[in-house]
């Protein structure tokens, strides 16, 4: 079965950095876009970034695109977010997930439990 597993997450002050990783098995995690969505405390889901299946292009939300990076190995099956010059409005819960490999009817598909990031001092 597929299965997405987010670590890295934790406690880190304003200012600080942080890296995610997220390991993926039971597709062909070379065939697919991944994405970063996250949910903070009490709100509603917001994704975050996308990175395309050979890593050749990367788009990010605006209030992120110039302190995170995405990325991800094919060969170890993994995807990474470093977050830098975090603040506060960054916490949440952060998810790794799949697209469903569709170009008109694009989707994420399958999602990671997730891995809770707190900015704060």
């Known amino acids: 079965e597929v299965q997405l597993v987010e670590s890295g997450g934790g406690l880190v002050q304003p200012g600080g950095s942080v890296t995610l990783s997220c390991t993926a098995s039971?597709?062909?995690?070379?065939?697919?876009?991944m994405s970063w969505v996250r949910q903070a405390p009490g709100k509603g889901l917001e994704w975050v970034s996308a990175?395309?299946?050979?890593?050749?292009?990367?788009t990010y939300l605006d209030s992120v695109k110039d302190r995170f990076v995405m990325s991800r190995d094919n060969a170890k099956n993994t995807l990474v977010l470093q977050m830098n010059n975090l603040k506060p409005e960054d916490t949440a819960v952060y998810y790794c997930?799949?697209?469903?490999?569709?170009?008109?009817?694009?989707?994420?598909?399958?999602w990671g439990q997730g891995t809770r990031v707190t900015v704060s001092s």
């Open positions: 997930a799949k697209y469903n490999g569709m170009v008109q009817y694009y989707a994420l598909d399958y």
């Open positions: 990175i395309s299946h050979d890593g050749e292009s990367t």
């Open positions: 039971g597709f062909s995690f070379s065939n697919y876009a």
